[in-house]
Nanobody, 123 residues
């Protein structure tokens, strides 16, 4: 199985940029669909972006699709979330998740989860 560790979170001002990374260890990385979720205070965890096993297909929620980009480097066993034009509404704990299979899904039916990294966007 794959173990996931997120990094790159922090405090930024509105309009700034941040890149999150999620490093994997364990089983074959390329067998897993990867995704990013986030959970803001008082809200349910929501899907942010997902990427296919090869990296050829990506998906994102409407609120971030023009600002966030998900990518993966299978050789480095890492998935990234490049975030630009950050807004205070983006403040949340961001989690990476892995799903063994071939389909990217937006539901929380992923097999493995990281511990999360805090992203705080100030006004």
């Amino acid at each position: 199985q794959v173990q996931l560790v997120e990094s790159g979170g922090g405090l930024v001002q509105a309009g700034g940029s941040l890149r999150l990374s999620c490093a994997a260890s364990g089983d074959t990385f390329s067998n897993y669909v990867l995704a990013w979720f986030r959970q803001a205070p008082g809200k349910e965890r929501e899907f942010v972006a997902g990427i296919s096993r090869s990296g050829g297909s990506t998906y994102s929620t409407d609120s971030v699709k023009d600002r966030f980009t998900i990518s993966r480097d299978n050789a480095k066993r890492t998935v990234y979330l490049q975030m630009s034009s950050l807004k205070p509404e983006d403040t949340a704990v961001y989690y990476c998740a892995a799903r063994y299979g071939i389909r990217v899904v937006t539901a929380e039916t992923y097999d493995l989860w990281g511990q999360g990294t805090q992203v705080t966007v100030s006004s």
